[in-house]
């Protein structure tokens, strides 16, 4: 499919009647267009299961990438980490096609490249080409689709190491590549990463900026197109699109069309109250 087909999809996190809703504006934009989704399918809002089962219904048309909450359903399917209180996973994991599910969802991606869009969860590292992010995407991907994803699970939560080095190994470099591209937000120009704060753009740490704002980063010669920071809201750059509009905390579900850049968007309930 072209571009004109294809749009990208903010953080849905379990808000499936949000996705019905969005999924109607585009069809009747673009009948059977490609949706890649940015992330956190799951969790917090009010519906993952039918969510989860939608998005695996559409087969080719679409393709997601995995964000931190997919993780944690697929860590918490397995007594890795414990369901938190604001968690709407359980209504997966007692599903009688959880299985079935899981293995689907272990083996997206965590980074895609479309017609010069790099799509990802959180952010690259500064020192990443898009290139060089999609290789590394692809090291964890091999491991969370092999015989030993579980094992892998086990060692896959952690802060450190906060800067990416060519000579990580193991466990190590695999965490530094997750960590960064599923939960970045701030880091500093040499790419140490900062996992506490939340807030917008304009009030991180000092010595920390948003990892799209520091100079010089290596994936400027593309279009990134990510989620993950809802306190960001809609971000449209010339080489930037921020697509987590809030959906589960009543806030926006919002679809770019990545050719024309395309607005299309649906008003959530609020599901969580932040906290």
């Known amino acids: 499919m072209t571009t004109n087909n294809t749009y990208a999809i903010g953080d849905l996190q379990g808000c499936y009647q949000s996705l019905v809703e969005l999924l109607a504006k585009i069809d009747a934009a673009t009948p059977q267009a490609k949706l890649i989704f940015v992330g956190d399918l799951v969790n917090r809002g ?34 890795i980490r414990k369901l938190h209180r604001q968690d709407t996973l359980a209504q997966i994991l007692d599903a009688p096609d959880c299985d079935e599910l899981l293995n689907w969802l272990r083996q997206r991606p965590l980074a895609l490249f479309e017609n010069s869009h790099l799509l990802l969860h959180a952010g690259a590292l500064p020192q990443w080409s898009a290139a060089r992010t999609l290789a590394l995407a692809r090291e964890v991907e091999s491991v969370l689709r092999g015989p030993d994803w579980v094992a892998f699970l086990h060692e896959m939560y952690g802060n450190e190491p906060t800067r990416w080095d060519d000579a990580l190994q193991g466990s190590a470099r695999l965490r530094c590549i997750v960590n ?46 990510f989620g993950h920071w809802s306190t960001l809201g809609l971000t449209l750059r010339p080489n930037l699109i921020g697509l987590d509009t809030g959906c589960v905390w009543g806030g926006q579900l919002t679809a ?17 109250k932040p906290g």
Request: proline share 5%.
């Open 256 to 272: 770019v069309r990545l050719q024309d850049r395309a607005l299309f968007q649906v008003s959530c309930p609020q599901a969580q």
């Open 46 to 79: 009010p519906n993952s299961l039918a969510t989860l089962r939608l998005i695996r219904s559409l087969g080719d048309r679409a393709q997601a990438v995995l964000g931190n909450h997919d993780l944690h359903l697929l860590a918490a399917a397995h007594g």
């Open 180 to 225: 960064a591209l599923t939960r970045l937000r701030f880091c500093t120009e040499d790419g140490a990463m900062e996992f506490t704060a939340k807030e917008s753009s304009g009030t991180s740490l000092p010595g920390y900026l948003p990892w799209f704002d520091v100079p010089q980063r290596q994936t400027e010669d593309v279009t990134v197109v």
